[in-house]
């Protein structure tokens, strides 16, 4: 799969980032793997690593500060009677593994069928980012995104597709590059429909 852009979002800025402190344990606790995987945390060039490593996982993971519902709290019910597929396609977005917490890069489709109500667009995606930053299975992320806007837009169907890479198997272990791996979760008329089913996976380009 293609290199990923990941959309720059509004969260922390630079500066934000190196206001966090970080506490002395978990510093120690980069010194540690530093030094187990073989390098002097000491060195010049590592000296700021444990806390740098720090900050950024507490990037990586800013979902768990996130309530995801929170995103589709606000709808629109003005829409002249549009009552087809919403779909946003090809969403970048990176996660880690809760195996070895290494990356996962990859993209998701959403869509979902409106019942009398849709949701700003740009929700979908902070949904999945809102998943997506925190250490993840796919297949959990998937249902987790896919349950999200079930449960709180209450739509008349959902379909949630997602393509990812995983650093796991590319960069250790299997060491097998260039496998994607996908998942998908359809509720409502998706799942119970065949002719939705097919529509909106042909609209995602899955013919
Ligand atoms: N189903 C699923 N498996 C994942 C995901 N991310 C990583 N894995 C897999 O989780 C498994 C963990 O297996 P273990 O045998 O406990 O760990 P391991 O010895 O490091 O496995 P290898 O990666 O095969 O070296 C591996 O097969 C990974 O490829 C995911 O999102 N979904
Ligand atoms: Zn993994």
Redesign the pocket.
């Known amino acids: 799969m293609a290199a990923h852009e990941v959309s720059p979002d509004d969260g922390d800025t630079v500066s934000e980032q190196k206001k966090i402190a970080v506490p002395p344990e978990v510093e120690d606790a980069v010194k540690t793997l530093l030094r187990w995987a073989g390098d002097d945390p000491e060195r010049e060039g590592l000296v700021d690593t444990p806390k740098r490593v720090a900050r950024a996982w507490k990037e990586y993971c800013q979902g768990y500060a996130e309530d995801p519902a929170h995103h589709l709290s606000r709808v629109f019910e003005e829409v002249g009677g549009y009552d087809e597929i919403v779909l946003l396609k090809d969403i970048p977005f990176q996660s880690h ?1 809760e ?2 917490m290494a990356p ?1 890069i990859g993209k998701a489709h959403i869509a979902y069928l409106p019942d009398s109500w849709v949701v700003g667009i740009s929700k979908l995606a902070r949904v999945l980012h809102a998943y997506a930053r925190r250490l ?4 959990r992320l998937t249902a987790q995104v896919a349950d999200c806007i079930w449960e709180h837009l209450k739509p008349r169907g959902v379909a949630v597709v997602v393509e990812a890479t ?1 650093a ?2 590319t960069a ?3 060491r097998t590059p260039g496998v994607t ?1 996908t998942t998908s979760r359809m509720m409502g008329v998706f799942r119970e429909d065949q002719r939705s089913r097919k529509e909106v996976l042909a609209l995602m380009g899955f013919e």
């Open positions: 593994c195996h070895h996962i993840q299975v796919q297949e995983h796991c198997m250790r272990g299997v791996m």
